[in-house]
């Protein structure tokens, strides 16, 4: 379960509850995210590229595999690798996806698009928020290659979103950890800061220990395959891919004394 315990730089007597997010690929993640007790998953495929969304058969399984006492699946919404500056096209994809991942269960989804100067795109987040209907809407780490990302927390606040995950700009989070500091600062409480990207048992204690509202992490190890046959133009052979790992995953459970 989550745990309850003040947040440094808040008012006296006030408690939060950080929450723990495992982002996972498959049903075995979620059950793994159950026994860890993290209150949501961010379900996606091929978290190597960043995480793309996930098959609307996976979103099925993900929460039928929940079900109703495990955690909430969030879909990330991500219709290709690379920056998150989309066309009408992939716009289009993005917004149908967001309409199936929830017809198929799912809690909420995690979304990003940027415009052509790399800012927060409204009028393309607008209409993904919309699509989403009142479920909750999470900004991923599309912040994280923003310009200013107080800024774009401004934005997203405006938006209504419920949370926003980032690494603080850096592309571990404990290397941010300064920004995230601020984003904290920033957020007011009105919208929630979730810590993501690299988060492990040797630094999830002192990012817990800001103030973030949640902890993001994905307990991942790599499986590879032998092959020779090469498969892609970004793999030697059949090449790889990454599992969620329990011993991992409730490593960093540990590591917060949970």
Known sequence: MPSTRRAPGRMEGVTRTLALELAVQDPAGVRIATEVGAVRVELATALALGGLTPS??????????????????????????????????????????????????????????????GRLDSDAMTRLRDAAGGASVTL?????????????????????????????????????????RALVAAAEGEIEIMAGSGVDAATAPALAAIGVDALHFSAKRAVREDGGVRMGSASDGVG???????????????ALGL
């Open 56 to 117: 609307q058969a996976t979103v099925e399984l993900a929460v039928e595999t929940a079900g109703d006492s495990g955690p909430e699946v969030h879909v990330l919404i991500r219709p290709r690798a690379g920056g998150f500056h989309y066309d009408a096209d992939e716009l289009v994809v993005a917004e149908r996806d967001v309409r199936l991942a929830l017809a198929s269960g799912a809690a909420g989804v995690v979304i990003g698009a940027l415009d052509a100067e």
């Open 240 to 254: 790889g891919y990454e599992v969620t790992d329990r011993d991992i995953a409730l490593g960093v459970r540990a």
């Open 140 to 180: 991923h780490r599309a912040i994280d290659v923003t310009a200013d990302p107080l800024a774009t927390l401004a934005a997203a606040r405006s938006l209504g979103l419920r949370r926003v995950l980032t690494s603080g700009g850096a592309s571990a989070a404990i290397d941010g950890i300064d920004t995230l």
